[in-house]
């Protein structure tokens, strides 16, 4: 019973930081007229109160902004699940679950997954969680059209939507670095950034994130990760997510946060702006 307890003040503290962190935002009212969608295996997922359950997040971000890194951190830290729509349509492909065909035939004719068979996988992954027990979630690069954004809100509730921002010069080289071992599947980054403060903006430094010296002859580069390729996906994704960022903006939701360099930079500063700095410090604490 005092587990118990403990965790239910746990998540009701965690639940208020949403608000708190927002105090800063302009909130207005909308009165949405968003048509409502025909969704096929949509579960019945109970919506609780946000004092009685962890926190219900977004993270947005342009390609190579870091936003899984970011995200899986928090997740860590608050206890919630990291929820990335590309890891459920990866898990659906290799599963025989109602949409694996489907999808093989999507993804092997390089089309768009549309957004009712996202919604589902993520719906099923929502429903699969709160019947083990989850609280709360932190999605990662989703939703990322207003439709997509509508839908999610006949789903669930969500809290905060923190936009990730950095220079786009510096995504594309953050992007161009990016390496896979063929071996172990991990993932690094030979870029270093290193840029120079100038007409009272802030240099940037951003460290490699190097192999271990196995790793560093198996190396391989993604085949859309060429310049061409990186700046087109800028562009789309320029042009798809501002409406999404207006859309959680006109509803107080949105924090946008400037990453001032790599993870050493920016991590604290990322935890205050989310009221969550000395919440860390209580958890080091107690370790």
Partial sequence: MAAITRLVRRSSSISLLASRCLSSAVASEVNSQATPFNLHLKPNLQRKDPKDR?????????????????????????????????????????SSGPFS???AEIVNQGQLVSDEIIINLLSKRL??????????FILDGFPRTIKQAEILEEVTDI????????????????????????????????????????????????APLLPPAHCMSKLITRADDTESVVKERLRIYNEMSQPVEEFYRSRGKLLEFDLPGGIPESWSKLLRALNLD???????AAA
């Fill in 54 to 94: 962890n926190v219900q997040w977004v993270f947005l971000g342009c390609p190579g902004v870091g936003k899984g890194t970011y995200a899986s951190r928090l997740c860590n830290l608050v206890g919630v699940p990291h929820i990335a729509t590309g890891d459920l349509v990866r898990e659906e492909l290799a």
């Fill in 101 to 103: 065909a489907q999808l």
């Fill in 127 to 136: 429903a699969a969680g709160e019947a083990k027990g989850e609280s709360g």
């Fill in 159 to 206: 809290d905060l939507v923190v936009n990730l921002k950095l220079r786009e010069d510096i995504l594309l080289e953050k992007c161009l670095g990016r390496r896979i071992c063929s071996q172990c599947g991990g993932n690094f980054n030979l870029a270093s950034i290193n840029i120079k403060g100038e007409d009272g903006n802030p240099g940037i430094n951003m």
């Fill in 278 to 284: 000395e919440y860390e410090d209580k958890r080091s």
